[in-house]
């Protein structure tokens, strides 16, 4: 298995902006603690050491036309997120939020204009409530600390996410956040009930206080466009004293692409506690003859037994075996899925490194009609053109169906069978564009059996390929919308409405950011 993430740093050479003095002084204000162990400026040994930590994709770090920022504050309380905001903007200075930093380009640390690196990492406690069944969790935090906490308090509540153990919960949350429990209980932003964020004012704002219509807003419209969310509380969800995964392995030769072709018809159409996954990848090299794999990847939430009935009665030509399938906890299951070794100790999830570093370039599709088996040889002839690629293909249907497009910003919903992610990774030693190439004409490839009007894409796999805002403070409907219906349909309107209800002025922008409906 691959756990595919994202986490973007910078080490320019470019000069600093601001006074450390005079912004030590202003957060002195809001703070208890000594400003040295909040606020890391460019002389500073732990800003160097900050940024090195939390290089995971070498990609953009010989950039020459993006700035250092001025500071790395490491917030500790609420009061610190607030006095941050309220510094930034009395110094001029953008604040770029990092939670776990992985945004697939980079926007929690990239800014051609002086800016602030807000990162939460010292903001992450997690309280779970065992007999109301929710927690509440802080931004910091990242997925692999959450399934922990709640692992270590209760063997039957678990929480609807994702694979990947080191992605933080603050961009996760708010763009939606896609996982293998999607199917039975949807999204994580569909079982969030409750949020804290500051604004732009530094007002320190829960869901009552912000209306509904922002609360609406940041569960799957992205947080960064609204302020800083500090702090999330959600539902969590009951799961089996025991779970069934299984991983089948096929070379995407004429018996893989049949597979993969009936795949579609049925993946969106069985049980909701039933989550098979497809990931074709090319991970030994190019091969001319090829040589490129195809995994089914599964999660049921419950015991093989049952697994082996609804697998015999809907998909018998992947020919499952009794001796294919694991019974394990639930909390086992995330490890599995992972990547990690049988036997790794809990303790692991608690790890923030990520596993694989490499440069990486990624795009997603949604689909709403099963593909002729044409197109899956054309992506096996494309695949073996590379040394390292991937193409996930998550099912929908289930849960994701009975949930309304305009319930959240997440509008991909019925008539969707599955969406797609494509990755593309390379090495240091090698140039970039070839591989930018090679995915933009596989991108290309796709369009005639994908989503279209528009062709949708998530948000949570960022891409400024689809278009971005110019640069400054000046903001227009008619640049936003060449991404934003992509990414979120005709609930687009909805979120610009929301901005401008809590960031008039638009403080809080970057290359994507909702505008204000004024702008």
């Known amino acids: 298995m691959v756990c595919i993430v994202l986490l973007v740093c910078f080490l320019l050479t470019t000069p600093s902006y601001g006074n450390v003095q005079e912004f030590a002084t202003c957060m002195a204000l809001h703070s208890t603690s000594t400003y040295s162990s909040v606020v890391h400026s460019q002389e500073s040994p732990s800003y160097a050491y900050l940024l090195q930590e939390s290089q995971q994709n070498p990609r953009w770090l010989n950039s020459t036309s993006l700035l250092k920022p001025s500071f790395i504050v490491t917030p500790k309380t609420q009061n610190e997120i607030q006095g941050a905001i309220l510094c930034a903007k009395k110094h001029s200075l953008q604040v770029r939020v990092m939670s776990g930093g992985h945004d697939y ?25 065992l007999e ?20 270590k308090k209760s063997d039957i509540l678990g929480f609807p996410a994702g694979l990947c153990p080191s992605v933080g919960v603050g961009g996760h949350f708010s763009g939606g956040g896609i996982g293998t429990m999607m199917r039975k209980y949807g999204l994580s932003a569909d079982n969030i009930i409750d949020a804290n964020l500051v604004d732009a004012n530094g007002r320190i704002l829960n869901r009552e206080t912000m209306g509904e219509d922002v609360f609406w807003a940041i569960r799957g419209g992205g947080g960064a466009s609204f302020g800083v969310i500090s702090a999330w509380k959600v539902r969590l969800v009951r799961v089996p004293p025991l779970v069934t995964v299984f991983t089948i392995h096929k070379m995407l030769d004429q018996e893989g692409v049949k597979l993969v072709h009936k795949w579609q018809y049925i993946a ?3 049980p909701e506690n039933l989550f098979i996954r497809v990931l074709i990848q090319q991970i030994d090299g190019v091969d001319s003859h090829g040589n490129v794999k195809v995994l089914f990847n599964s999660l049921f939430l419950g015991l093989k037994t049952d697994l082996f009935s609804i697998m015999n009665t809907n998909f018998p030509e992947l020919g499952l075996k009794m001796e294919d399938c694991a019974e394990m906890s639930w909390i086992r299951s995330v490890l599995y899925f992972t990547g990690y070794q049988k036997g790794e100790p809990l303790e692991i999830l608690l ?38 690629a991937f193409m996930i293909m998550d099912p929908l249907g289930g849960r994701m169906d009975e949930i309304l497009e305009s319930e959240i910003p997440f509008p991909h919903r019925k008539g969707n069978i599955y969406n797609i992610q494509y990755i593309v990774k390379w090495g240091s030693n090698e140039g970039s564009k070839q591989h930018l190439d090679w995915i933009q004409s596989l991108y290309k490839y796709m369009e005639p059996y994908v989503s279209n009007s528009p062709r949708a894409a998530y948000l949570n796999y960022r891409d400024l390929d689809l278009g971005i805002n110019q640069q400054g403070n000046y903001l227009s409907y008619r640049q936003a919308i060449t991404w934003g219906t992509k990414y979120f349909k005709g609930n687009f309107q909805r979120l610009e409405r929301a901005k401008h209800q809590i960031d008039p002025s638009n403080f809080f922008t970057n290359e994507q950011s909702i505008p204000p409906l004024s702008y």
């Open 268 to 270: 969106s159409k069985l």
């Open 105 to 129: 380009e980079g926007l929690s640390f990239l800014c051609k204009t002086p800016f602030i690196i807000l990162d939460l990492i010292d903001y992450r406690s997690i309280n779970i409530n």
């Open 132 to 151: 109301d069944e929710t927690a509440w969790i802080q931004s910091g935090a990242t997925i692999g600390e959450v399934y922990y906490n709640i692992a």
């Open 351 to 388: 790890d923030r490194t990520t596993q694989y570093k490499r440069n990486l370039k990624a795009k997603s599709d949604f689909v709403i009609e099963p593909m002729p088996e044409s197109v899956f040889q054309g992506i096996s002839e494309r695949f073996s053109q590379q040394k390292m």
